[in-house]
């Protein structure tokens, strides 16, 4: 096993330094799409720092986002929930913005301050 696990550092870290074209042509690829995704990110952050494309605006006042918005499953919404009830509970009033699972909502829902309910994503979530 640690003879296999040296072969594949010395694989990766090419310490022989003989060329194979076996290991080129499994880096190339590898190498071609990093710089693929680099050089994409680095568009992507300088169109948003310059607002070219992507413009975004200062909400004008106090702001949580929570969550990645490309991954779900991880109780983003219940955390949310939480967050709502013990600033509420704290004398301020939250309010929860979200696109719904998947971004599916069609109409937008407006739910006053201490109502009985909270809906969020699809769901609805009791108060305590």
Same mark, same amino acid.
């Given at each position: 096993?640690?003879? #296999?696990?040296?072969y594949?550092l010395?694989?990766?870290? &090419? &310490?022989?330094?003989?060329?194979? @074209?076996?290991?080129f042509?499994?880096?190339?690829? @590898?190498?071609?799409? =990093?710089? #693929?995704?680099?050089?994409?990110?680095?568009?992507? /952050? *300088? +169109? %948003? &720092? /310059?607002?070219?494309?992507?413009?975004s605006? !200062?909400? $004008?006042?106090?702001?949580? =986002?929570?969550?990645?918005? &490309?991954?779900g $499953? #991880?109780?983003? *919404?219940?955390? =949310?929930? *939480?967050?709502a !009830?013990? @600033? %509420? $509970?704290?004398?301020?009033?939250?309010?929860?913005?979200?696109? $719904? %699972?998947?971004? /599916? +909502?069609?109409?937008?829902?407006? @739910?006053?301050?201490?109502?009985? =309910? +909270?809906?969020m994503?699809?769901?609805?979530?009791p *108060?305590?």
């Amino acid at each position: 096993m640690k003879r #296999a696990h040296k072969y594949i550092l010395n694989f990766l870290n &090419n &310490n022989r330094g003989d060329f194979n @074209l076996f290991k080129f042509i499994l880096k190339l690829p @590898l190498f071609l799409i =990093s710089y #693929a995704v680099i050089l994409s990110t680095k568009i992507k /952050r *300088t +169109l %948003y &720092n /310059r607002s070219f494309i992507f413009k975004s605006k !200062e909400p $004008g006042m106090f702001t949580v =986002s929570i969550g990645n918005i &490309n991954l779900g $499953g #991880a109780g983003k *919404t219940p955390f =949310s929930y *939480t967050i709502a !009830e013990y @600033l %509420y $509970g704290r004398g301020l009033k939250p309010c929860i913005i979200s696109r $719904g %699972y998947k971004g /599916r +909502l069609k109409k937008k829902s407006i @739910l006053p301050v201490g109502s009985t =309910s +909270l809906r969020m994503s699809g769901k609805s979530f009791p *108060t305590k």
